[in-house]
């Protein structure tokens, strides 16, 4: 595909969103893609950066760096996520219906602190979520909720207790479930 091809295709799929809409894609893209530009109301365009330097190819007389071990998180057996007179957190998921990995994140951490009332949201809480609501675990979910910081939804500044943002709080009691879209 032509990049002016690519152009239009890109003109014409944005021009059919919102513009809350065409934020979040233009901020997955941002993620996926690496694209410089700020997005958001306001926004100026920010110059290319400079591509990254090519490395040459690896000599295999080369000793590799040690990959550092995966990090191995369990569940929280103490979590009651079936709580008596509030939502289960299988009823919250249904009604919220996240799409992706992050919605997933702010859906949970959401959950555990305002449905539950968590003090200290964790990663280990997350993860449980995720396993009792028989989600598919990212395989590296600090990294995927650092993503959803990045969104603006979540503070993970510190992993043993993970913030909701005013943002996060709008996604969650606003914008999900996702609304249709009308041609």
């Known amino acids: 595909m032509s990049e002016v091809k690519a152009i239009e295709a890109v003109d014409n799929a944005l021009g059919a969103l919102d513009p809350e809409e065409r934020a979040r894609v233009l901020g997955w893209a941002q993620l996926k893609f690496g694209a410089p530009a700020k997005i958001g109301a306001g926004a100026q365009q920010q110059p290319p950066a400079q591509p990254a330097p090519v490395n040459p190819p690896a000599d295999s007389t080369k000793s590799k760096a040690p990959k550092k071990p995966k990090t191995i998180i369990s569940m929280d057996k103490n979590l009651n996520l079936s709580p008596s007179g509030k939502p289960s957190a299988v009823q919250f998921a249904a009604e919220k219906s996240p799409t992706n990995f992050r919605e997933k994140c702010v859906v949970a951490v959401y ?56 943002l996060g709080e709008n996604l969650v009691e606003h914008d999900l479930p996702a609304k249709a879209k009308t041609k």
């Open 111 to 166: 959950y555990l602190r305002d449905v539950i009332e968590m003090e200290k949201v964790t990663v280990q809480a997350v993860f449980t979520y995720f396993k009792h609501l028989q989600w598919p675990v990212p395989a590296d979910l600090k990294n995927t909720l650092q993503q959803a910081g990045t969104a603006g939804w979540l503070d993970t500044a510190d992993s043993e207790y993970i913030k909701l943002t005013s």
